[in-house]
């Protein structure tokens, strides 16, 4: 079973739809008491970071989080908010994984919208099967900054960003798996595979 | 690879290196702090600092300047200059600096490198090692006893040491970039090597990434202009072909010629098909938009969300934040937002706040007059009078994500995308451009990418009449060295 977390940020349809075509069993879920031991989280956002602290707090979303055990996917913003600390709005945010979410410099468009490459830098179930230098969706301002051990993948964009990193049972990716064609309903796959 | 432009302070201030004359130290106008802002802004995510004063005295002086860069700009710095003691070592890792560089004191100290490996790891202390005809030199040590490649890195091994900086310019002076015969050495031996001295033109960088060096310090080179900063950084974001489909009322309108699909003007159809030619992005307009089909064109949505998975624009109509709402919410990614950008700009700031900038394109329709471009709505009948490129500027302060470019002289002509406008548009803002209206081959798409800066190119009739293939395009736009995903 999957859970996507649906604390307003953004809309859970493409996710869901993604899910739907993989054949996964999967439901929304609005508040933290709503997690089920055995699920997997699947947790998007789109928007402002500052916006989407204050509503995971509200809903005890963010008090809960950094408890749980279960494999846990952070898309996008979802990844951005496992971080320490966001410039985006000056947000402090779930602290998960040790780093921070800057801001893309000025020599590059910002957004950075579109399909840009992933380097794999770390073996992992997350891109089992996957090619090295796959292209995936990319639609972000800000960029987490990481500790090396916990980098999956990287990409450039102006930089050398962190695409995708990994801390116990935390996945994160800056990406977008369900805009990421058959290349990304692969990598949800094996996110949902993950025990 | 990791790429560390180098800041060299003097009295607390930055060594200024005048154009070619790398030896003229003399004026210090540049504060190290503006000097690392700039290079932050050019896309530097790490700093290799040198306290010159320091390594002349044997320890480091000018903390107000390292930690102002390490703490304030919030940047991962590494910090080297005659820091010998461990008190030294302590208090810039304890106050924002990520790596201390340590130099030949390793060979005369080992104690103090185990200390501070064991205390504060690995990973925060790096050895700068000066090699010369395959040897180590030592500054101030025994001078005519040098240590072989091998007992260096039996020593460093012992040490537990994994970053190491290496200086090697096999004939000392000649700039004729590193030696990357001892870099492969230590890569080979399982060390991070962090290449310094030598590297002086873009060359010298991708054979220091071939030699699968961890990184590479660029002073002199970057100072001189030898180097520019923004290009050491890859940018592997893909151009994007994004065919554009006008909807009315559950059908595809315009220049619609597909005989292989049992509907060609079924919106859903055509946007799998799209998609599985590798369509990067599609582009879906209401263009009768009236509030009895929106609620059609809603449902239209959903169902293409349902069955695609790449991003898609919705647009026609919109005009308020239910409008947007209930396109998102069906499974849009974003908006595009066209006349009413004009007469409510504050509404495109609304959508931006509350969606965020990402879901929020403003199309524009532009016109050559002979006061540059002119924006244009009611499907071109009306000048607003309003420039083009200031519009878009005002566009982006609103927190648009994106531009979508429409010229009204090329649309319809098939003789090219007006490069000229985009030209000026995209290098006017910094957001991502679509480019749109007349292209008629696969060369127009080269030229907006290539000479007019755009960052995606928009078609409709041209992919519908299946005269140009999306497969053929970016093959065509690959060999031409067109960032392209296949």
């Known amino acids: 079973m999957i859970q996507i977390i649906d604390y307003g940020a953004g809309n859970l349809k493409s996710v869901a739809c993604a899910l739907e075509k993989l054949g996964q069993d999967y439901q929304t879920i609005k508040y933290p008491e709503e997690i089920a031991d055995s699920a997997k989280i699947i947790f998007p956002g789109v928007g402002a970071a500052g916006n989407a602290m204050r509503k995971l707090t509200e809903s005890g979303f963010a008090a809960k989080i950094p408890q749980l055990r279960n494999p846990f996917l952070g898309i996008c913003l979802g990844m951005q908010l496992l971080s320490g600390f966001s410039e985006e709005s000056e947000t402090t945010c779930l602290g998960i994984i040790n780093g921070q979410t800057k801001r893309f410099p000025e020599s590059v468009k910002i957004p950075q919208i579109g399909w840009n490459r992933v380097k794999i830098k770390k073996d992992c179930d997350l891109f089992q099967g996957l090619p090295d230098d796959s ?15 916990f980098v999956l993948g990287e990409t450039s964009y102006g930089l050398d960003f962190v695409s995708a990193c990994k801390k116990m049972n935390f996945y994160g990716v800056q990406f977008h798996p369900e805009k990421s064609g058959d290349i990304g309903l692969k990598l949800l796959n094996n996110f949902c595979k993950l025990c | 690879m990791l790429i560390l432009p180098a800041i060299d302070i003097i009295n607390g201030g930055c060594v200024r290196l005048t154009k070619g004359n790398y030896s003229e130290v003399s004026k210090y106008s540049l504060k190290p702090i503006d000097a690392a802002k700039k290079f932050i802004n050019e896309g530097a995510t790490f700093l290799h600092i040198v306290d010159l004063d320091g390594a002349k005295i044997g320890r480091p002086v000018n903390y107000k300047q390292i930690f102002e860069i390490a703490k304030d700009l919030k940047i991962d710095v590494q910090v080297g200059g005659g820091i010998r003691k461990y008190t030294d070592a302590k208090f810039l890792l304890e106050n924002g600096v990520r790596r201390v560089v340590l130099g030949t004191s390793f060979v005369e100290k080992p104690a103090l490198i185990s200390r501070l490996t064991k205390e504060f790891g690995n990973d925060r202390i790096a050895i700068s090692l000066d090699l010369k005809n395959g040897k180590l030199m030592t500054k101030g040590w025994n001078k005519n006893n040098l240590i072989n490649i091998p007992d260096i890195i039996d020593l460093l091994k012992k040490l537990q040491i994994v970053y190491v900086i290496i200086t090697d310019v096999e004939k000392d002076g000649m700039l004729e970039g590193p030696n990357l015969k001892n870099i492969n050495i230590f890569v080979k031996s399982g060390f991070k090597v962090i290449v310094a001295g030598g590297v002086t033109s873009k060359n010298d960088i991708d054979n220091a990434e071939k030699a699968f060096a961890y990184g590479c310090i660029i002073g002199k080179a970057l100072y001189e202009g030898k180097i520019e900063l923004r290009q050491c950084f890859k940018n592997n974001l893909a151009k994007r072909i994004i065919p554009c489909m006008d909807i009315d009322n559950w059908r595809v309108v315009k220049g619609i010629n597909f005989q292989n699909l049992k509907d060609a003007g079924d919106p859903v159809a055509l946007a799998k098909f799209y998609s599985e030619m590798g369509a990067d992005e599609l582009i879906f307009l209401d263009i009768t938009a009236t509030i009895e089909k929106r609620k059609t064109f809603c449902s239209l949505v959903s169902k293409i969300a349902e069955n695609i998975n790449i991003p898609f624009t919705v647009g026609g109509g919109i005009r308020s934040l239910e409008d947007v709402s209930r396109l998102l919410n069906s499974g849009a990614d974003k908006v595009a937002i066209c006349s009413y950008a004009l007469t409510n700009p504050e509404f495109v700031k609304e959508v931006a706040t509350k969606f965020g900038a990402q879901c929020v394109v403003i199309s524009i329709d532009a016109k050559k007059t002979e006061k540059g471009w002119e924006v244009y709505i009611n499907g071109g009948r009306i000048n607003t009078k309003i420039d083009v490129v200031e519009f878009a500027k005002e566009m982006q302060k609103l927190g648009a994500g994106e531009i979508l470019l429409n010229s009204l002289d090329s649309d319809g002509t098939k003789k090219g995308y007006d490069v000229e406008l985009l030209k000026a548009v995209s290098s006017a803002v910094n957001l991502p451009i679509i480019a749109s209206s007349g292209a008629g081959s696969e060369e127009d798409f080269l030229k907006a990418f290539r000479d007019g800066g755009a960052d995606a ?30």
């Open chain 1, 135 to 149: 292209y995936f969706y990319f639609v972000n301002s800000y960029y987490v900054s990481a500790p090396e051990k």
């Open chain 2, 457 to 486: 190119a928009l078609a409709a009739s041209l992919f519908h009449s299946k005269k140009l293939l999306i497969t053929d395009l970016k093959k065509y736009l690959l060999k031409n060295n067109v960032t392209i995903r296949i």
